[in-house]
């Protein structure tokens, strides 16, 4: 009920509250991302590292984890750009559109 209410309303945002909201929705896209990207970079490097001792030959073989983990982070940081391309000055800019870039910054970041 309260989404239709917010879409509904077409005065665009009068406070600062909303920019607030959307500029949250970027920061936590791009640093629980990175955030996220260096635990799996640490728990990953672990395991090439005891890889390393086991078996020598197959350090390389083992690098993708690696790898993904360093994507998560690119793809944060390339979802608040366009986040940031979105959030505009104009009257046309609601709080609706506001609290769904917070609502997708939060699910970019934290999954």
Do not use: D, W
């Amino acid at each position: 009920m309260n989404s239709v209410v917010l879409q509904a309303s077409s005065s665009g945002c009068t406070s600062m509250s909303c920019y607030f909201f959307a500029y949250i929705g970027v920061a936590s896209a791009i640093v629980f991302a990175n955030m996220g990207a260096a635990y799996g970079t640490a728990k990953s490097g672990v395991g090439i590292s005891s890889m390393g001792v086991m078996n020598p030959q197959l350090v390389m073989r083992n690098m993708i984890p690696v790898v993904m983990a360093g994507v998560l982070g690119i793809y944060g940081l390339i979802i608040s750009v366009i986040l940031v391309g979105n959030i505009n000055n104009t009257s046309s800019y609601t709080e609706y559109k506001a609290y769904a870039h917070l609502a997708s910054g939060l699910s970019v970041g934290l999954s």
